[in-house]
């Protein structure tokens, strides 16, 4: 076996490679240059660690240090070292209020996850359909809504919703609904509920261009041997869409995991994690205590808790990652 | 499998290595040397005029061959963050400008120069008493007071003058009776509202909780305890809701003034009256210019006839970074900011000066007039540095007041819970 | 066939106008005259426009500058870590060695670090290398945040395209790199474009250690200045929507030339076919 990696478990299926594999080929290659090939890889990735390492390592390194530190102010300005054991994670856990906050996180997330993907799988489906100028012009509304910065678009949404001049309530003024000076910010769930339009609306857009680029790469010829079996839309994306995308769909659901869990901006400008506290999440807590409050170890104790909430969320995908031979997922 | 076990020494290795070195103090303050020097200064947006500012440095300059003055301004957003790093770091401004309700914490946790021997040099018989309060920690002066502003309610005359208002109502009860007057002569206009009130503008509700004399907070000992469920306190709140109620003001009430800015409600040119700083008042006019010979101030009527009520004063004190490399710089221009030909510019450009108690300057136009007026009467939130942490996160007050105002807690409700959380707050 | 195109492309249309209606909200905001933006009218429509508050934003001083500053540190963050995350990305996809897993989870657990987190970490470590004030402390903390998601996400895509491809190649006579370049790079060419489109967004839009990072005025990114329309006295959103409007210009060009250059994805179906 050469170094090179063979694909996944698609390959019976293209019975029309284009080229028988030829162990000799692959034979001499490997007595040509094996020291190299050998530490190729590791050179391929050196930057990356080390980048990685350096840059992310440390600092997360530091942080789970500090949240075993009392660290406020005045020990950051004077550089003191006070250690208090696990006296952070300890408040952060006996709070009634953060397990209802985890909660929320999770829900939240998860419905702004599964929203986004599904959308963005049903648009990439889409574009694939469409002739170019219009695909274009998608493209480009989503990548306008995309590239918002989040100043524009928190304050934008907020107009749009706001209870007396907002144009949606006018709109549904002029339906006939009676909305006049209807405030949509009234409960947490409800501000979430706009917050988590908004996110998605900036979410989709990355999704679908990443999908789309996993669909247009599906080979053509799968799909033409699914149509002269005559196969339906739905039973052509079950048997060749979906295997081939899965792979890409898995990816980024794990990614949008990541970034919707962890979103705090667009929460704190619309109503500071409220009204009274109904739109906090973790991200929100870990602000409240750090930057806000000053109190450091403790927001470091709320990072670190937030990661390890996020690696049990994701640990079937991990843990799948790890399980397949070639660890290809 | 090696890949973990490498990382696994590293990462032990990086731990000893940060815990040590990554928080090294912000440099050694070393003997200060001749030559060529530089005062960095590191005033906020909107603080003092450009016009002040510019003969400020230009006159520092001239007296103090070899200094060049390098002036920032700094914008409030992401202030918080700027000043924690700011401060940490080695080449700390020389002389920064601190919101009065920022000012204790940092001065609590030893970031601050000590000015209190300097104080007699800085005009300290002449500063403004409320701002005083929030610059003091445990008896030591930590800074000087810069600039105050304070609330008024700024209204427009023609208005006034049509629903038959003949003079400025001076307490709770001409407040409210002139509300009606403005409602009945104005019923014709959908769009129209007596008096514009947001529902979280706090700053506001601590004018009529400290004129029904109670307080958000009070000290225990040492710590400070939240005092919102006074019957003073609630008396506050309660006046807060009558007004919301008499006037019928269409403002959400789960916000506060900046979202709508106020002002560019008043600028639609349907709104009587807004309680408000006198800058807002210019932006109402800037965006509609036919408001401008039409508007005016008073005071904030107390409930007692003929008084103000007491107001916050939002200002900013002035302060060196303790670890600053120019200190004996950094007093001289504090010393010269401070002296009454700069104070009296400040009164000018339209607010109350933070080192002289003469307000002449000031009172040359109405809203300044109702401004110097109450500023005597001036008082701050409690000087806890703890008190950033309500202000920079979420705030129980606003909880407090939307809650009561949408009828979704009664007042006990609304002030029990909001006073235990402030407590949590400055007591944590 | 073509009924089914017509209504996906009606479809379409539809779901762009959906995204395009908060855009469309802060152009128009920018063009309204600062007195309409609070109306009580139904203003779907602008009932006047002005381009003054383009003009304020054009003329506001460092416009240019922190425009400049932001395209130097997005372009340069991006560059680094879509190269150096290519390579990673070849790495762990293509080749089979020693450790492979605990790379592969290197890249997977340093994006679960909360960005925010890390402010006061990142802050004294660049503080510690001299680079605090510097542009290049936020190259490389752009470049350090997004280069985990590039190594990973090409990493899928690289993954997606059969290695039988690259081999039929290397049988026709090019050796490994001629095969990748002819053959892997342009069928890469989507899942870069979206790769760098985000890596170039985030570094584009990010607020909080540009602000922090960095203290003088003429080293500001557009966030940074951007922000600056909220000033003591209320917000000039009118200025501040147009502002917003020509921020995202360039971020568009981007796309455009990174498009155009990129997608020969069209050729994907022959070539596999």
Not at chain 3, 65 to 87: E, M, R
Request: glycine share 8%; proline share 5%.
């Amino acid at each position: 076996m050469t170094a090179v990696e063979t694909t996944d478990a698609a390959v019976p299926v293209r019975t029309s490679s284009p080229a028988p594999r030829r162990a000799v080929a692959g034979g001499a290659r490997r007595r040509r240059g094996s020291a190299f090939d050998r530490l190729l890889p590791y050179l391929l990735l050196a930057p990356a660690v080390i980048g990685i390492l350096w840059l992310i390592g440390f600092p997360v390194v530091s942080v789970v240090v500090t949240s075993f530190r009392k660290l406020d102010l005045g020990e950051l300005v004077r550089g003191e070292v006070k250690w208090v054991g696990l006296d952070n994670y300890t408040k952060v856990l006996s709070d009634p209020r953060f397990w209802e906050i985890t909660v929320r996180t999770v829900v939240f997330t998860a419905v702004v996850v599964a929203t986004s993907v599904v959308v963005g799988l049903v648009i990439a489906l889409l574009m694939r359909q469409l002739s170019t100028p219009i695909r274009i012009l998608l493209q480009v509304c989503m990548l306008l809504a995309w590239a918002m910065p989040i100043i524009a678009s928190t304050t934008v949404y907020q107009w749009i919703f706001d209870q007396q001049y907002g144009i949606l309530n006018k709109i549904l003024v002029k339906l006939g609904f009676d909305y006049a000076g209807h405030s949509w910010f009234s409960t947490g769930t409800a501000t979430l509920s706009v917050i988590g339009l908004l996110i998605v609306w900036q979410a989709i857009p990355f999704l679908a261009f990443s999908l789309y680029a996993g669909v247009i790469g599906v080979p053509a010829d799968l799909y033409e041997a699914a149509g002269i079996d005559g196969a339906t839309a739905w039973q052509t994306f079950r048997a060749v869409t979906w295997p081939e995308l899965k792979p890409l769909l898995m990816m980024v659901t794990f990614l949008s995991l990541l970034w919707d869990f962890k979103v705090f901006t667009q929460i704190w400008v619309f109503k500071e994690g409220g009204p009274s506290g109904g739109s906090t999440t973790l991200p929100v807590l870990q602000y409240l205590e750090g930057i806000s409050q000053s109190h450091f170890g403790v927001a470091a104790a709320v990072s670190v808790l937030m990661v390890v909430i996020l690696t049990l969320l994701t640990v079937s995908y991990l843990r799948k990652l790890l399980q397949t031979q070639e660890g290809k997922l | 499998m090696k890949g973990w076990r490498g990382l696994a020494v590293g990462a032990a290795a990086l731990a000893v290595t940060v815990a040590g070195c990554g928080t090294s103090p912000s440099g050694t303050t070393a003997a200060e040397s001749s030559g060529p020097k530089t005062l960095t200064v590191w005033l906020m947006d909107g603080s003092a005029p450009t016009t002040l500012t510019d003969a400020l440095n230009k006159e520092f300059q001239d007296s103090n061959k070899d200094v060049t003055v390098k002036y920032e301004v700094q914008k409030w957003g992401g202030i918080q963050e700027k000043l924690t790093t700011a401060l940490t770091s080695d080449t700390p401004p020389d002389v920064i400008e601190l919101g009065n309700t920022q000012t204790p914490k940092f001065a609590s946790e030893g970031t601050l120069l000590d000015l209190t021997g300097d104080a007699a040099n800085l005009n300290g018989s002449e500063w403004l008493g409320g701002l005083k309060d929030s610059l003091t920690w445990e008896n030591k002066q930590f800074g000087l007071p810069f600039y105050a502003s304070n609330r008024t309610v700024l209204y427009r005359t023609d208005l006034f003058e049509a629903a038959g208002i003949t003079a400025a109502p001076t307490s709770n009860d001409e407040w409210l009776a002139a509300i009606e007057k403005l409602k009945t002569a104005n019923a014709s206009n959908p769009d129209f509202q007596a008096l514009y009130l947001p529902g979280q503008s706090w700053y506001t509700l601590l004018s009529f909780i400290w004129d029904q004399g109670g307080d958000v907070a009070k000290k225990d000992g040492d710590k400070f305890v939240g005092s919102l469920d006074s019957a003073q306190a609630k008396a506050g709140v309660d006046f807060y809701k009558k007004l919301v109620d008499a006037s019928g003001t269409k403002a959400p009430k789960d916000t506060d003034e900046a979202k709508p800015q106020q002002m560019e409600v008043f600028g639609t040119g349907n709104v009587a009256m807004m309680i408000g700083l006198p800058w807002e008042l210019g932006g109402a006019v800037k965006a509609n210019p036919d408001l401008e010979k039409k508007t005016s101030a008073f005071p904030i009527p107390s409930k007692t006839a003929g008084k103000a009520a007491p107001v916050f004063l939002g200002g900013s004190n002035l302060a060196i970074p303790a670890g600053s490399k120019n200190v004996d710089l950094a007093k001289s221009y504090l010393k010269l900011l401070s002296s009454k030909k700069y104070q009296d510019q400040l009164g000018a450009a339209g607010t109350v000066p933070g080192t002289s108690k003469d307000t002449a300057s000031l009172a040359s136009n109405p809203v300044g007039k109702a401004l110097a007026a109450s500023s005597a009467n001036g008082k701050v939130t409690p000087a806890t540095p703890k008190w950033a942490a309500v202000e920079a996160g979420q705030n129980p007050l606003k909880d407090m007041l939307t809650a009561y105002l949408t009828g979704a807690k009664s007042l006990d409700q609304a002030t029990g819970d909001a006073n235990t959380a402030l407590t949590a707050l400055l007591g944590g | 066939m073509n009924a089914k195109k017509v209504s996906a492309n009606v479809v379409a249309v539809f779901i762009a106008a959906f995204f395009a209606f908060p855009t469309y909200w802060m152009v128009t905001t920018a063009l309204k005259p600062k007195k309409d933006l609070l109306s009580s009218d139904f203003d779907l429509i602008p009932s006047s426009v002005t381009n003054s508050n383009f003009v304020t934003a054009w003329t506001k001083p460092g416009f240019l500058q922190s425009l400049g500053n932001s395209l130097l540190v997005s372009l340069s963050a991006v560059v680094a870590a879509l190269v150096i995350g290519l390579l990673a990305a070849l790495a762990l996809s293509r080749m089979r060695f020693r450790g492979r897993k605990g790379f592969v989870m290197l890249m997977l657990v340093a994006q679960m670090a909360p960005f925010e987190a890390l402010l006061i970490p990142m802050f004294l470590m660049m503080r510690d290398l001299g680079l605090y004030q510097q542009l290049s402390s936020l190259i490389l903390i752009y470049f350090a945040v997004t280069l985990p998601f590039c190594a990973w996400t090409l990493r899928g895509f690289v993954n997606g395209i059969p290695i039988e491809l690259e081999e039929a190649a290397m049988v026709d006579g090019c050796g490994r790199w001629g095969a990748f370049r002819r053959v892997t790079l342009p069928l890469l060419g989507p899942g870069l474009v979206a790769t760098s489109v985000f890596a170039f967004i985030t570094a584009w839009n990010e607020f909080l250690f540009a602000k922090v990072m960095v203290r003088a005025e003429d080293k500001e990114t557009l966030p940074v200045w951007l922000s600056g329309f909220q000033s003591a006295f209320g917000t000039d959103w009118g200025g501040a929507m147009a502002a917003s409007a020509l921020f995202t210009v360039p971020v568009l060009v981007f796309f455009l030339i990174v498009q155009r250059k990129m997608v020969t994805g069209v050729t994907a179906g022959a070539v596999k076919g």
